[in-house]
């Protein structure tokens, strides 16, 4: 093997890192077996932790240990029993429960899931704990009695038999009738027409073998589910409950591996197929692929962590990240070809050419994902490490693995160059010609798209993360219309003390909180033991419906209780509905048809409840009112991650940047970087805003996860453009350049990576689902920007750059120590139109425009400044007025500012000096006139609107002080701003209010990132262009004020023109307003 | 050429007062405590030719004149400009009038602030007027009537002035020790009365002589459109009675001198700001003015008028004013002043060109003698540095009044070319 010299044009301006990567490069080519030695070390390992992978089917996976939300519900769970519930629903076709046979086969229902494992307790219409008064005794027996409850316990089948069970017509009808007037039973175990009915079975899991509990429990219950609608072919079955939500959370994760795995892996073949044409090519993906996405399980496998529906996928992550390092090594391979036969060489190129942009893609995608350990939901934190060590394994495989396999596998060579790369040179070409339009159009679609953003609403209804091609969704959907809310809110009410619940003041309150809860719209149904205890004191006084009502004595309640806990079945007692102490009360509520956003504000409306009618009941010890339940952490959790991820997406921001400018060695580039980096995902959230809407906790981690994968595209455009720049090629040329060079190369890779994560988002599971689209559409956002945002951006900012730099290098300049517009502040403060982007017709944006500007040019209390104005005539013949300028801002709005010029040349007007109090228009102005020679200060007229002042082209109008309320304002369109393209300015158009004024309109373009004016064209009476003001040289004074060093007033009909220069800018001297008066003025123009 | 000694010493006085009030306080501050902050010095200088129409009508005057004058400012600040010493000494050398030649301080003074308070201590000037033809309110300065038939030019006056700005208006105190005489044209000069007037046999009937302090005080105010003051005075009076004290052999008079008592004086002046139109308003009344006759008698004065500007005429950028006042003065012709039942009306045109350029022509009719006084000014900067002014006047119709009568025959031309640095 001979060492070949590094083809030199190609790697052009190289330094030190260049050879570096070329020797690396040959190193990596002729360690090649090495590679492959390694790859299958990794493949065994991680082979080997697969069978160690558990899965975790809980929905309580989303939540932190320490997320207080889930510290309130562990706490919950330990006062009263963890319920696990099984919601077992029938709905007779024939429309009618209470028929005699329904009863029966609800009793039959109620003892088969009796024998399912881990029940601590079944409730169903049947066992009902029906109490009523029989002379003096209170008799508690079950709504149906005589159920052979227990019977064949011994016996492990479940008996469907309906002939042992008799159930009368009289039984049948009492029942109804006492069902319906429960408010125990209604709305939740039957819906008030009688047609759906629940038998709730509780389990406590033991929580030993959470892969195995969940599923064992609900596949037997689908199997009961499965024997009723068979035995019984009119009653259809509904489940749900907890048990089939984690279960759901467990089988969507199979679900997804199942229909999504496959899928993606298609879609890789067929992107890579069609783009490298290659089935060797696509072959060498696919194990890079592969091997990546073992390694990723792997870990997660050793690691033991169970998996979870997240998780699950993260393979599929790592697959699609994958895919973009390898296709870049396997383009690079194929430009090579059509130059040399070597494989080494074509490998060797590959690799020194991409080898910095993919680690540094790779890098940097891995810090995204780690950034998600930031995240207050462990599957995200999972994921994100996950994910950064298979795209981490899956660069070292890239750059060793892949190259190897091109040396030794027969890729076919092919001659002709890639006939794709004639369509990106033409894409740069067109770019390139449409810069000055792409940058403000690019603008405003990043402006409108972010706008979307405040239409996004967060929507962690966790019940409907899963899509309807579940049978539990649909079923879920069928109880919440037909029966009962899913969702459940908790109020473990606290009496403060032992035995607290018996005191009649404390029921009385918690009553009234139930009666409440009952009246409030979203309400289904609320479970209370207040209802028992009423209802017992009409038992005990003989079923006088008058004693309906709470007792008026401590004793009393707690002697019904006692008899009634007492009076029941095994199984049956209050400890899930009172603690240990007798100290709270726990009230539930359902609630159905409502979005996270309602629940959180029927929360909200609860506890304001509470704490102005019962301010002494708490729900925690931390003296706080708020509910519990697994639906109120899924309510909250969305905000909590997206406050928590905040921290991990500026954190990993802060280092991709970092490891941008780090590769890039250029500070300028590496800022502008920020812009195609950021922008795509706010797009993307405005995208999902105007369309979808809704969000689950996915949006969290969005901006961090996609952060890493669209600053690729970024990494490779840049570190070509910075490349061509070195070699001196034009910022324009170098944008063509890049086009060519690496342009298809982003183009193929992103679109591998859309199809990937919409495969992804073909998951069932919202979470996912939600966080793949999202993901896709940023990336999607991503190339737009890469290709239509950025060129024009860098061009642009690179001959600002260019320009600045020589001007620095005048020595007037350079001396100059600040400066800025004089005379014109208040013109500048004022004529600042465009305005926010909120604004809806032209003139409200035109309008907001000018109060933003305005806005941003407060505070500044005074400033003395040096000006000088330079007249100049149609012919170039120059005279110089030279004057200071004092202002004085008067904060209150409906007053001007105050202000005094005072000439110091020509040297005849020395001393000259005029006071100005603004006034708002229509009122002129108030204007003292100082004359030092005879020490006369004389008030004069300011009517004068049009008149030139001391002879220049500007107008006593464009100089006087201005509000915004002076004008009339229409927005009229954004474009690059005159004289500095790098910027875009709003261009909008100002009707002067007052009819003295010289002018029928002004246009003026205000930049929009700092509403700086930057052009000005006055038309005068009769609708023609008169006058042209540019400014020139702004300079931020206090961090906030920009000034212009110079304004230009070109004067079109006569061709004179005036400059102002200003310079020496003092901000804030403390000149006060008594040196603002015609009184002082002598002294002043001193 | 004549130096007012007495006058100058007092200023230099003042002004070493004022200074070493200003040393001390910056000596408390203990950095560079007598380092000005600011340092200039600036100034003009003037070539003066004048072209009479006529022959002089009095025995001893020239017919044409050429003048030279300087006048340098010398001006220094300390402590952000709140305290600042301003000396402004000029002198004019004239070739026709000996007594034109001549020297004063115009300033020297130390201005002093302190918030809302202002002092000055020295010779300085104060301008009150509102309206254009006269300005009757302006009590504080005597004019140096060898300087021009307007007036405008004044004597610095040694003074002690306090003034605190307030939200209703600006209170002036003013104490002035010593008395400026008024200058009048010698016997070589033209634009005199018919019998020269001898400043240095000037008589004082107060007893106290040049050293008789005077007092004013002053209240201006802006209230919207309207600016206001009133003042009071009390003191030596600016405007002297003339007396012959020098007869021929027939007992014709051959030389005045001027008489100054003691008066004192309320006035009022204002400006009503409406638009392109300012509306002005002098009035005085004094008490104890000498008459002709020497006789001290009160009288009312009143000057008003309006000036009203057309901006930006046909959009060429020129302005065009139009000024129209009347004065009236209660002793009538009996008057010291051209004014007292006079109608004045003028065109101002200011060019707004890169050179300034501005005519003012003026004519003031007498009601009833009728007899008027035409007068142009213009002037034209040349290059930054030079300017260039031109005055005319023209004195037509026979007067009745004494002072205007006097000048019939001096109706002239005047050219300055003036120097700045």
Not at chain 1, 269 to 294: E, H
Not at chain 1, 710 to 735: Q, W
Not at chain 1, 737 to 748: N, P, Q, W
Not at chain 2, 56 to 62: L, S, V, W, Y
Request: negative net charge; glycine residues 8%; charged residues 25%.
């Amino acid at each position: 093997m001979t060492e070949t010299q590094p083809p030199v044009g190609r790697s052009g301006g190289g330094g030190v890192e260049q050879t570096s990567v070329m020797r690396a490069a040959e190193a990596i080519v002729r360690l090649r077996w090495l590679w492959i030695a390694m790859t299958l070390v990794i493949v065994v390992v991680s082979a080997l932790g697969l069978g160690r992978l558990t899965l975790d089917p809980s929905a309580r996976v989303f939540f932190d240990p320490k997320n207080p939300d889930r510290i309130a519900l562990d706490r919950f769970e330990t006062i009263f029993a963890k319920d696990d519930n099984l919601m077992f629903v029938i709905a007779p076709k024939g429309g009618d429960v209470f028929t005699p046979e329904m009863l029966a086969l609800q009793g039959r229902i109620t003892e088969c899931l009796w024998r399912l494992p881990f029940v601590r307790r079944v409730n169903s219409l049947t066992n009902f704990q029906h109490t009523y008064a029989e002379a003096d005794d209170m008799i508690v027996r079950d709504l149906v009695p005589d159920q052979p409850y227990g019977r064949s316990l011994e016996n492990n089948a479940c008996d469907l038999d309906l002939d042992a069970v008799a159930v009368t017509p009289e039984m049948a009808a009492e029942a109804r009738e006492i069902a319906l007037s429960r408010v125990e039973l209604l709305n939740s175990f039957v819906d008030p027409d009688g047609e759906v009915a629940q038998v709730q079975t509780l389990f406590k899991l033991p929580g030993l073998n959470k892969a195995q509990e969940v599923p064992v429990v609900a596949a037997e219950a689908l199997a009961l589910a499965e024997q009723v609608e068979a035995a019984f072919p009119d009653v259809s079955v509904k489940l749900s409950g907890a048990i089939m939500i984690n279960n759901q959370f467990a089988g969507a994760a199979q679900a997804d591996g199942q229909l999504l795995t496959p899928l993606m892996f298609l879609a890789i073949l067929v992107l890579v197929g069609l783009t490298l044409r290659s089935v060797i090519a696509t072959f060498m993906t696919l194990i890079v692929i592969i091997v990546s996405s073992l390694a990723g399980l792997g870990a997660l496998a050793w690691s033991g962590v169970p998996i979870n529906s997240v998780t699950a996928l993260s393979y599929l992550y790592i697959s699609t990240l994958a895919v973009a390092s390898a296709v870049h090594i396997l383009a690079s391979v194929r430009q090579t070809m059509p130059e040399t036969e070597d494989r080494r060489e074509w490998a060797r190129r590959a690799l020194s050419e991409h080898m910095v942009a993919i680690i540094v893609a790779c890098v940097t995608t891995a810090i995204g994902f780690l950034s998600l350990n930031f995240s207050i939901s462990p599957p995200f934190r999972q994921l994100g490490n996950i994910v950064a060590f298979g795209v981490i394994v899956s660069m070292v495989l890239t750059l060793t693995l892949l190259p190897a396999l091109v040396t030794l596998l027969p890729m076919r060579r092919r001659l002709v160059a890639p006939t794709a790369a004639v369509f990106m040179a033409r894409l740069g070409d067109w770019v390139v010609d449409n810069r000055r339009m792409l940058l403000p159009g690019m603008a405003l679609m990043v402006v409108l798209c972010g706008l979307g953003i405040q239409r996004i609403v967060l929507e962690d209804d966790f019940v409907r993360y899963f899509d309807e091609r579940f049978q539990f969704r649909k079923d879920v959907d069928f109880i919440e219309a037909e029966l009962t809310g899913i969702n459940l809110l908790e109020w473990p009410l606290d009496s403060g003390e032992t035995d607290g619940i018996n005191d009649p003041e404390y029921l009385a309150k918690v009553s009234a909180f139930v009666d409440w809860m009952r009246e409030q719209p979203e309400v289904t149904s609320v479970r209370s033991v207040t209802d028992t205890i009423k209802r017992l004191n009409m038992n005990m006084n003989s079923d006088d419906p008058s004693y309906y009502r709470l007792p008026k004595v401590r004793e009393e309640a707690s002697q019904y209780l006692f008899l009634y806990e007492l009076s029941m079945n095994y199984g049956m007692d209050l400890t899930d509905q009172i603690d240990i102490d007798r100290r709270i009360m726990r009230v539930s509520n359902a609630m159905t048809g409502v979005t996270t956003a309602d629940m959180r504000a029927f929360t909200e409306r609860a506890k304001e409840w509470l704490s102005v009618n019962a301010p002494d009941l708490t729900t925690g010890p931390d003296g706080k009112r708020d509910p519990t339940g697994l639906v109120h952490v899924f309510n909250l959790i969305s905000e909590r991650d997206v406050k928590a991820m905040l921290g991990g997406t500026v954190l990993a921001l802060v280092l991709i940047s970092g490891v941008l400018l780090f590769v890039l060695r250029d500070v300028k580039v590496g800022v502008v970087s920020l812009v195609p980096n950021l922008i795509p995902a706010v797009m993307a959230f405005g995208v999902w805003g105007y369309t979808a809407g809704a969000v689950t906790l996915a949006i969290a981690v969005v901006l961090a996860a996609t952060l890493g994968i669209v600053v690729d595209d970024t990494v490779h455009f840049l570190s070509k453009y910075v490349k061509a720049r070195r070699e001196g090629k034009s910022p324009e040329d170098s944008v063509r350049y890049v086009f060519r060079t690496v342009g298809m190369a982003l183009l193929i890779t992103t679109l591998a990576l859309i199809a990937g994560f919409l495969v992804l988002a073909q998951s069932g599971f919202a979470v996912n689902g939600d966080l793949a689209r999202l993901t896709a559409l940023t990336i999607a956002i991503a190339l737009i920007a890469d290709f239509l945002l950025l060129p024009p951006l860098l061009i642009v900012i690179d001959r600002m750059m260019h320009r600045k730099r020589s001007v620095d290098m005048t020595p007037s300049k350079s001396a100059a120590t600040t400066a800025a517009l004089c005379l014109a502040l208040p013109l500048a403060a004022v004529l600042l139109a465009p305005g926010t982007a909120r604004a809806e017709t032209p003139e409200e944006k035109g309008l907001a425009i000018a109060v933003e500007a305005d806005k941003r040019d407060l505070g500044w209390s005074d400033i003395r400044v040096d000006g000088e104005m330079v007249l100049r005539d149609a012919s170039g013949r120059e005279s110089r007025r030279t004057y200071e300028n004092l202002f004085l801002e008067v904060p209150a709005s409906e007053l001007g500012d105050k202000s005094i010029i005072v000439f110091d040349s020509p040297r005849d007007i020395r001393g000259t000096g005029l006071l100005t109090h603004a006034e708002i228009e229509p009122k002129d102005d108030n204007q003292w006139l100082y004359l030092p020679a005879i020490k006369r200060v004389k008030r004069i007229s300011s009517s004068n609107r049009t008149g030139k002042f001391v002879s220049s082209e500007f107008s006593y109008e464009d100089l006087g002080a201005q509000e915004v309320d002076d004008y009339e304002y229409k927005w009229l369109r954004d474009e690059p701003c005159p004289g500095a393209e790098d910027l875009t300015c709003f261009v909008s158009e100002s009707y002067p209010k007052n009819q003295r004024s010289g002018y029928s309109k002004r246009v003026s373009w205000t930049d929009q990132n700092e509403y700086r004016l930057m052009q000005v064209e006055f038309y005068n009476r009769r609708g023609d262009l008169e006058k042209v003001l540019t400014f020139n040289g702004y300079q931020q004074y206090l961090d906030k004020y920009w000034r212009a060093d110079k304004l230009t007033m070109v004067n079109k009909q006569t061709g004179k023109e005036t400059d102002l220069i200003s310079t020496n800018y003092r901000f804030k001297t403390g000149l006060e307003n008594g040196q603002f008066v015609s009184q002082a003025l002598p002294r002043m123009a001193r | 050429m004549r130096v007012k000694a007495c006058g100058v010493a007092a200023g230099v006085w003042l002004a070493a007062v004022g200074g070493a009030a200003v040393a001390q306080e910056a000596e408390k501050e203990e950095v560079s405590p007598l380092d000005p902050e600011a340092v200039e010095f600036y100034g003009s200088a003037e070539f003066e030719g004048s072209v009479f129409a006529k022959e002089p009508a009095f025995a001893g005057q020239n017919r044409n004149d050429f003048s030279f004058a300087i006048e340098p400012t010398l001006l220094a600040e300390w402590f952000n400009g709140d305290v600042a010493l301003t000396v402004t000494p000029f002198l004019r050398w004239d070739a026709a009038d000996d007594r034109r030649s001549h020297f004063d301080l115009r300033e020297a003074k130390v201005d002093w602030r302190i918030g809302d308070w202002e002092l000055t201590a020295g010779n300085d000037f104060v301008f009150w007027g509102r309206t254009e033809a006269q300005q009757l309110v302006d009590i504080i300065n005597t004019v140096d009537g060898v300087e021009g038939l307007d007036e405008e030019e004044k004597l610095g006056q040694p003074m002690l002035k306090v003034t605190r700005l307030t939200d209703i208006g600006a209170f002036t105190g003013f104490y002035m020790p010593y008395f400026r005489e008024r200058t009048f044209a010698g016997e070589g000069g033209r634009l005199r009365a018919s019998i020269p007037v001898n400043d240095g046999d000037a008589v004082f009937l107060n007893g106290g002589g040049e050293w008789d302090p005077s007092f004013a005080v002053r209240w201006a105010h802006v209230i919207g459109d309207f600016d206001v003051g009133v003042h009071g005075f009390h003191g030596v009076s600016r405007d002297p009675a003339l007396e012959a004290f020098q007869f021929d052999g027939v007992g014709r008079p051959t030389a005045l001198r001027p008489v100054y008592d003691t008066i004192s004086q309320v006035g009022l002046d204002g400006q009503y700001t409406s638009g392109p139109a300012l509306w002005k308003l002098e009035s005085i009344y004094r008490f104890d003015q000498l008459d002709g006759n020497l006789e001290r008698q009160d009288y009312a004065a009143i000057t008003g008028g309006v000036e009203y500007t057309f901006f930006d005429v046909s959009g060429s950028g020129a302005d065009i004013g139009l000024i129209l006042e009347g004065a009236y003065d209660s002793r009538g012709d009996a008057a010291l002043t051209p004014f007292n039942e006079d109608v004045i009306g003028g065109v101002r045109l200011a060019l707004n060109d890169e050179q300034d350029t501005s005519f003012l022509a003026t004519s003031s009719v007498d009601l009833e003698s009728g007899a008027s006084i035409l007068r142009l000014e213009a002037e034209r900067r040349l290059v930054d540095g030079w300017k260039v002014e031109l005055e005319g006047n023209a004195f037509l119709g026979d007067s009745s009044d004494d002072v205007e009568s006097s000048f019939q025959d001096d109706s002239f031309v005047r050219v300055k070319l003036i120097y700045f640095w």
